[in-house]
């Protein structure tokens, strides 16, 4: 069964390092998506990402971040300037259209 | 505002003891329901969905939840829990006038022996 891939598994980075976190969504998908979860909070909505481009994003999706499609296969999101408070699980998600979003195992960001 | 809310933030219960994980919606258009899974140190799994159809939707492993377009509910149940489902649950909601995902805050399931 396919399924969504998500790497590395764990990033550990100093505050103020960018880094770039990294999903293979399933192959004939066409949305994209990017959450984050807090230790111990809520699964949070960070962007939406459809025809190469941003269809939706949330409060905390800021000039910091941002995403990108660089080929067929991948599907990224960067953060230019962590800080503490980045730390946390992101999640990234695919859906063919208007259905169920399949995540993926997640990477858990460590702003140091 | 579109939003999601589970009443409970925890829910302790003992094997075999039925349970009911409660998540209410806002709402002004039609929308897909979904039950989340996520087992400590894991990702998030499907539990179930309703996208339309029969209001009563089962999963694999004995849950079911029921969409109560009156009330804007979607509660989980199970008739008899297991330690194994001991797990944070999520409710998520995608409002059909977008395609995005909101979650609730979660509900953690311990189930204790």
């Known amino acids: 069964e396919p399924e969504v891939t998500q790497t590395p598994s764990h990033q550990v980075t100093q505050m103020g390092q960018e880094v770039i976190l990294r999903c293979v969504p399933i192959s004939n998908h066409l949305y994209f998506y990017w959450y984050r979860q807090i230790l111990g909070q809520k699964v949070e909505f960070l962007v939406s990402f459809y025809n190469n481009e941003i269809s939706e994003k949330s409060e905390i999706f800021d000039d910091q971040f941002s995403v990108e499609r660089p080929d067929g296969s991948n599907f990224t999101l960067k953060i230019r300037s962590t800080k503490l408070e980045d730390s946390a699980m992101y999640f990234c998600?695919?859906?063919?259209?208007?259905?169920?979003?399949?995540f993926g195992p997640g990477t858990r960001l460590t702003v140091l | 505002a579109q939003s999601v809310t589970q009443l409970d933030s925890q829910v302790p219960v003992f094997e075999e003891a039925p349970v009911e994980l409660r998540c209410n919606y806002s709402s002004s258009v039609s929308v897909y329901l979904f039950w989340y899974v996520q087992y400590p140190n894991q990702g998030l799994q499907l539990l179930l969905k309703y996208l339309s159809g029969s209001t009563l939707v089962e999963s694999i492993n004995g849950f079911e939840a029921e969409f109560n377009k009156s009330q804007t509910s979607f509660h989980l149940r199970k008739p008899s829990v297991h330690i194994s489902d001991t797990a944070e649950y999520f409710c998520a909601v995608v409002w059909n006038n977008n395609n995005d995902m909101r979650f609730g805050a979660g509900t953690r399931l311990t189930v204790k022996p």
């Open positions: 998600a695919s859906t063919q259209v208007l259905d169920t979003q399949y």
